[in-house]
């Protein structure tokens, strides 16, 4: 009775490490595992990228302008300096004058989108960054509580393995070596009695073997060869 139910406490304490692995490596992954916010991430960078591209522009436009009105100030001051008197060449500073009016509306119109678009850009930027700072900390909270949990789930682990090494010690060689080559072929190697049944198989035992296992004995189940036992 003793060995087979040292067998039973052995096959209990090797379920619950392995179930206990099993949660482990599922929380490990979910420690590797942030695709959220490197998704907010990449996408607050690329807002980022397209602000600062849009601001490069705006600065080209300025310096367009800048440079337009700097040709203006000068065809203006000759139109008006009195130095030109022939008609053509006049005509022709007065055309150009136009042009360049021209060109500077045009850019002054260019200018005004981009700082539409730049106040859009900048409104998206602040949004994103919200919903970054959201995701971040939620992921740092989920963070720290996974590792804690990873940290129990070792140290149950161990302990649990500690325990099974003390339990093997305990049980004969040749009875270990039995039960590890059923675990081998059947998954658990023994089975509970409940309401004179092996759970293992579900099938009724007589009274013979019900009175063996009693008894004390290793029994084998007839149906499914798990051993059984008996609490
Ligand atoms: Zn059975």
Redesign the pocket.
């Known amino acids: 009775m003793i060995t087979v139910q040292m067998l039973y406490q052995l096959q209990e304490v090797e379920v619950e490490i392995e179930s206990l692995i099993k949660t482990l490596n599922a929380c490990l992954k979910k420690l590797g595992e942030n695709e959220k916010l490197s998704a907010a991430r990449s996408k607050l960078f690329s807002i980022h990228n397209k602000l600062e591209e849009l601001k490069k522009k705006q600065q080209e436009i300025d310096w367009t302008i800048d440079d337009i009105e700097a040709k203006l100030k000068k065809s203006n001051d000759d139109l008006y300096s009195g130095r030109i008197n022939n008609p053509k060449e006049l005509t022709n500073l007065q055309q150009d004058v136009k042009n360049m009016e021209s060109q500077r509306k045009q850019q002054e119109d260019g200018a005004l989108e981009i700082m539409a678009q730049i106040e859009t850009v900048t409104a998206e930027q602040s949004a994103q960054t919200i919903c970054f700072k959201a995701i971040e900390s939620e992921w740092r909270n989920e963070h720290a509580a996974l590792i804690d949990e990873a940290q129990r789930l070792k140290t149950s682990i161990s302990k649990l393995k500690e325990k099974r090494e003390a339990m093997v010690a305990a049980i004969e060689p040749e009875i270990l070596d039995y039960y590890n080559q059923l675990k081998v072929k059947k998954g658990l190697a023994v089975?509970k009695i409940e309401q004179g049944m092996?759970?293992?198989?579900?099938?009724s035992l007589s009274t013979a073997e019900l009175q063996r296992v009693r008894t004390g004995q290793v029994v084998e189940?007839?149906?499914?060869?798990?051993i059984?036992y008996l609490a």
């Open positions: 089975s092996c759970c293992g198989c579900r099938i189940c007839s149906s499914c060869h798990r059984l």
